[in-house]
């Protein structure tokens, strides 16, 4: 079955820190790449996305994504971390081919602590 | 334009009780979607709606919980009786197009907490 594995469950940050939060899938065919984010008592919200093209993108709020195909991975990154980014991100694919009804498969999640 | 909506925010249950969840999604999408996340574990699909029809219940765990969609508006998620392990929090998104259920995003609700005691 398909799967996305994220790294990392808790990561704690002091501001002005670099992020990088690991991102992996496993299947072999096209797909379409997520981040989501849920800020404390928040819904979760897009923050960035890819479905084909430059697989480098640029989201909200200063973070961007890459997607290495070889690899099956979607890291997440952003240079310098703000104490408003405490958050939980969610990796998440969609299948685009075959059955796919174009539910989404998250990763677990991975809690970001920003110290002030 | 309004998000999506779910209500209530809390639930809290005795096992074998009855607890019904709605989602109201954004005005006008076709695709409805219903997702939970059990402590500590990843948030999973539970059923796809397209307009008022159920196109993908692939997710749902047993037949103890019943979806509808009315209309092809609202959606109600009801589990009944309830144990405890169907605690965990239950999302609702959206997207517009059927057509583009592959290619659209997902609008998510901020989610239903329940909890079975």
């Known amino acids: 079955a398909q799967s996305v594995s994220q790294h990392n469950h808790h990561v704690i940050l002091s501001e002005a820190a670099s992020l990088e939060l690991g991102c992996n899938y496993s299947?072999?065919?096209?797909?379409?790449l997520f981040w989501y984010v849920q800020y404390p008592g928040q819904h979760l919200q897009l923050l960035l996305k890819?479905?084909?093209?430059?697989?480098l993108v640029k989201g909200i709020k200063g973070f961007e994504a890459e997607f290495i195909k070889s690899k099956f991975s979607f890291n997440l990154r952003k240079p310098s971390v703000q104490w408003s980014d405490t958050a939980e991100y969610f990796c998440?694919?969609?299948?685009?081919?075959?059955?796919?009804?174009?539910?989404?498969?998250f990763g677990k999640g991975t809690k970001l602590s920003v110290k002030p | 334009e309004a998000g999506v909506t779910q209500f209530p925010s809390h639930s809290v249950i005795e096992k074998g009780q009855t607890v019904t969840l709605r989602c109201d999604p954004i005005?006008?999408?076709?695709?409805l979607y219903w997702y939970r996340r059990v402590m500590g574990k990843e948030i999973k699909f539970l059923l796809h709606?397209?307009?008022?029809?159920?196109?993908?219940e692939s997710g749902m765990p047993n037949n103890r919980f019943l979806a509808e969609r009315t209309g092809g508006t609202y959606s109600t998620l009801k589990v009944q009786p309830a144990e405890l392990e169907d605690s965990g929090v239950y999302f609702c998104?959206?997207?517009?197009?059927?057509?583009?259920?592959?290619?659209?995003?997902?609008?998510f609700g901020p989610g239903t907490r329940l909890t079975v005691l």
């Open positions: 998104a959206s997207s517009p197009y059927w057509a583009a259920r592959r290619t659209d995003t997902q609008y």
């Open positions: 299947y072999g065919g096209t797909v379409n």
């Open positions: 890819y479905f084909s093209g430059d697989p």
């Open positions: 998440a694919v969609r299948l685009t081919e075959g059955g796919s009804q174009g539910n989404l498969i």
């Open positions: 005005s006008g999408h076709d695709n």
């Open positions: 709606f397209v307009k008022e029809s159920k196109q993908d």
